[in-house]
């Protein structure tokens, strides 16, 4: 059974970090791309990295690229988000999806992504 499932989340002051964990089990994590989405309130879910399988160059959305870094470790069947200098508008429910075997990254998002975790809630507090 595929599972993905991130922890990590909580509340934070502006200018904070915090590390969100995503953890894969019921498959290879190493032959698929990972990426993080996130969706805030009354808002879509929108992407915000990626990384590939093979191919160590992540991949950020502009409002996060230089705050946000992305990072796995297949021994660990784990993708991590290091998020830093938090702001406000980074408030939302985080989640991490694996994308279609054998595709990699699509700029920032997974090509197609297949499986999803239940997601972990960042919140900014300014």
């Known amino acids: 059974q595929v599972q993905l499932v991130e922890s990590g989340g909580g509340l934070v002051q502006a200018g904070g970090s915090l590390r969100l964990s995503c953890v894969a089990s019921?498959?290879?994590?190493?032959?698929?791309?990972i990426g993080w989405f996130r969706q805030a309130p009354g808002k879509e879910r929108e992407g915000v990295s990626c990384?590939?399988?093979?191919?160590?160059?992540?991949f950020y959305v502009d409002s996060v690229r230089g705050r946000f870094t992305i990072s796995r470790d297949n021994a660990k069947k784990t993708v991590y988000l290091q998020m830093n200098s938090l702001k406000s508008e980074d408030t939302a429910v985080y989640y991490c999806?694996?994308?279609?075997?054998?595709?990699?990254?699509?700029?920032?998002?997974?090509?197609?992504?297949?499986?999803w975790g239940q997601g972990t809630q960042v919140t900014v507090s300014s």
């Open positions: 999806a694996r994308g279609r075997l054998g595709y990699y990254c699509s700029g920032y998002v997974p090509y197609e992504p297949t499986d």
């Open positions: 019921g498959f290879t994590m190493d032959h698929y791309a």
């Open positions: 990384i590939g399988q093979s191919d160590p160059r992540p």
